[in-house]
């Protein structure tokens, strides 16, 4: 054989492999998606839930302690033709979750519509956010937490939710100037 048909041979045999490894039968349900840098991505019906993560606890070494309130931070996308809600939000690791407008009081009830073809952003804590609030354990960064999330129309899904890693470096800031 030649050189020009081992490399092809090579070439193809590494593609067969690469495509056998991506195949559907590790692939995770429907209803959750891989763990990202920066949360957990998942999807109920035509809800998506994107970036979902625990705020990072702070400076290096700390923790969420046991008692205390940790931000619950995620952007839901509605690919769907209705409106829906996300009317209730659990997880045995707290009391409650609540949502919260920056440091306003926190609402008598979980009620965030999602707009068709619309997103509904609960991602900064200087807005509107969702509050694991009591935590029955401490969190560190790093540990993933289930969360079940509850909608209206699409129903319910849980997720392992990480605890953000903190950084005190933006990845940008690695970067030499051009």
Request: proline residues 7%; negative net charge.
């Amino acid at each position: 054989m030649n050189r020009i048909g081992v490399v092809g041979t090579i070439v193809l045999s590494l593609l067969v492999l690469a495509g056998c490894s991506s195949g559907q039968a590790g692939s995770p349900a429907p209803d959750r998606a891989g763990i990202e840098l920066d949360g957990v991505d998942g999807q109920v019906g035509q809800l998506r839930l994107l970036g979902v993560t625990v705020a990072s606890t702070g400076g290096r070494g700390s923790m969420h302690i046991a008692g205390d309130s940790a931000a619950l931070l995620l952007t839901i996308a509605n690919d769907g033709r209705a409106e829906d809600a996300l009317t209730g939000t659990r997880t045995d690791l707290a009391d409650q979750v609540v949502l919260l407008n920056g440091d306003a009081s926190p609402a008598p009830r979980v009620d965030v519509p999602v707009p068709p073809g619309s997103v509904a952003v609960l991602s900064e804590v200087t807005g509107p956010h969702l509050e694991l609030s009591g935590l029955r354990e401490t969190l560190r960064s790093g540990v993933s937490i289930p969360v079940t999330f509850e909608f209206r129309d699409a129903g319910s899904v849980t997720l392992e939710v990480p605890v953000r890693t903190y950084t005190d470096v933006r990845p940008d800031k690695y970067l030499e100037p051009a």
